[in-house]
């Protein structure tokens, strides 16, 4: 079976995320949260890749053998996600509370004005992050995502929040034009915000330690930083249950400056420190990963050899389907169920 995420069916699509839109709309969030449990059901059981990947990683987040309690909390948590998105791109965050850490230091770097890279990822919500456009009018977003692969979510950033959809950096573009609109939107002080934990089959990645074995993240993103030498944020939007999310930024580099010579060990080194902050908060927030995929390439690695060093530079281009990930996916983790 194969690792490529991009090779699994979207979970839902264009007439579930409006339909869903209609209920919320019309009946309000508790009604349409009880729409979720049927859409549990529905995953945990029809969805058999995507079950076995969220057993594999609870198995290892959890620290003991996750049931298939924990893998209906697993999809419930996601699905949680997916219908706040709803309100949050209609501008109704009035509705949560969000608890928010670190945006100091965030706001410090924004404030220089050479612009910052925020480096998220499926664990949580990374709409909620949209929250920050809003409560500081002067700050300019541009979110990178992926048009092509997130239809779903595309269409409905350009129905219910125009001005966040005129920002988007399309993903789906050859990689010198992504990275003359990135570099574009850092030189005019933009807060450039993309996902950096998922790979792309052909493009090169690095293992690194990542919850007891190593596990392949993408370069491009950290090459992409070393060129622009912009500080560099990580950005983590926890789901807590109810209306609860916590929102928590980490400064985490002033601006990448490689030594030559050791190019790959340092990138492999930074990407190494990304991987145990994304560790710690999926340890601590077990429920809100949502790669629905074998991570590990557990199954690949059963007729393959798979490289631990950086492999040979190649054009950029930028794993992830966009913020939040509107795609359940994932494969089989080779362990029987």
Known sequence: MSVDWKQRPEGGGRFAMWLLRTIARHGGRPVARVLLYPITLYFLFR???ERRASIAFLDRAL???ATLADGARHVHTF??????RLFLLDGEERRFRIDVHGVE?????????RGV?????HLGSFEVMRVLSRQRPGLKLRVVLDKAHSRALTQLLDALAPEIAAGVIDASQDGPALMLQIQQAASEGALVALLVDRTLPGQPSVQVPFLGAPAPFPLAPWQMAAVLKVPVMLGFGLYRGGNRYELAFEAFSEGLDLPRGRRDAALAALIAGYAARLEHHARRAPYNWFNFYDFWHVDEQLHHAVPSAPGTARPLALAGDGPAG???VGVGTGRPR
């Open 117 to 121: 890279l925020l480096f998220g990822s």
């Open 105 to 113: 230091a965030l706001a410090a770097k924004v404030d220089e004005g």
């Open 47 to 49: 969805r058999g890749p």
């Open 63 to 65: 620290g003991r053998p």
């Open 326 to 328: 509107d795609r359940a």
């Open 79 to 84: 699905a949680s996600t997916i219908l706040d």
